[in-house]
């Protein structure tokens, strides 16, 4: 079993800032690539950034120079710095992890995604 638990969520006015962090648990052998999307009302879930177990990260166009993530390999926990908040930047937030477990003598990947959490801009 593994657990993706997001925090941090919550209310703030445009142009303020908000950390939020996944902190994952469970059967967990190593980690691959750990992603940030979120999903505005209305909208598809899109990628906001990731970074893979090496520590290079990628952003959407939309969040370039105010986002930043980073995780912390032994407490298996990703986080997302995000500043200058917009109002369309309002969206659940979610975290997602490829993580392997091991099975026996074999490995095997496992696509997994926390609950969300709500992050609200206003103007």
């Known amino acids: 079993q593994v657990q993706l638990v997001e925090s941090g969520g919550g209310l703030v006015q445009a142009g303020g800032s908000l950390r939020l962090s996944c902190a994952t648990s469970?059967?967990?052998?190593?980690?691959?690539?750990m992603d940030w999307y979120r999903q505005a009302p209305g909208k598809q879930r899109e990628l906001v950034a990731g970074?893979?177990?090496?520590?290079?990260?990628n952003y959407a166009d939309s969040v370039k120079g105010r986002f930043t993530v980073s995780r912390d390999n032994a407490k298996n926990t990703v986080y997302l710095q995000m500043n200058s908040l917009k109002p369309e930047d309002t969206a659940v937030y979610y975290c997602?992890?490829?993580?392997?477990?091991?099975?026996?003598?074999?490995?095997?990947?496992?696509?997994?995604w926390g609950q969300g959490t709500l992050v609200t801009v206003s103007s």
């Open positions: 469970g059967s967990i052998f190593s980690i691959n690539s």
């Open positions: 997602n992890a490829v993580i392997n477990q091991r099975i026996g003598d074999q490995i095997h990947a496992l696509d997994a």
């Open positions: 970074v893979t177990s090496g520590g290079n990260a």
